[in-house]
């Protein structure tokens, strides 16, 4: 199972990215999907997460307002706007496959992982 996440890069404090994902639609048309991040030096956090079908979404009380995920229903990809962004947003981001269809905020719940793609917020 392989997990492309593309998007990332440099941007000035107050910009914007979009971040994508694609997974096969085997792997995820059932699953939930959800974003972390991790910083130099800490650990793993959650971000974002987004039910099987768009439905229902959860955020980090630190981006909400600011990050936007979606999904299409029935759809194998998944997006993270990222909006107003702050120097303390930058990390290398993760997509990840839940093992449930509904949004989930812990690591543990997550079976598949991608790659990861660095963003840096300068101030």
């Known amino acids: 199972v392989q997990l492309q996440a593309s998007g990332g890069g440099l941007v000035q404090a107050g910009g914007s990215l979009r971040l994508s994902c694609a997974t096969s639609?085997?792997?995820?048309?059932?699953?939930?999907m959800g974003w972390f991040r991790q910083a130099p030096g800490k650990e793993r956090e959650f971000v974002a997460a987004?039910?099987?079908?768009?439905?229902?979404?959860v955020y980090a009380d630190s981006v909400k307002g600011r990050f936007t995920i979606s999904r299409t229903y029935g759809s194998h990809v998944v997006y993270l706007q990222m909006d107003s962004l702050k120097p303390e947003d930058t990390a290398v981001y993760y997509c990840?496959?839940?093992?449930?269809?509904?949004?989930?905020?812990?690591?543990?719940?997550?079976?598949?992982w991608g790659q990861g793609t660095q963003v840096t917020v300068s101030s």
């Open positions: 990840a496959v839940n093992r449930r269809p509904v949004p989930r905020r812990e690591p543990s719940e997550y079976i598949y």
């Open positions: 987004v039910s099987w079908n768009g439905g229902t979404t």
């Open positions: 639609r085997r792997t995820s048309s059932n699953n939930g």
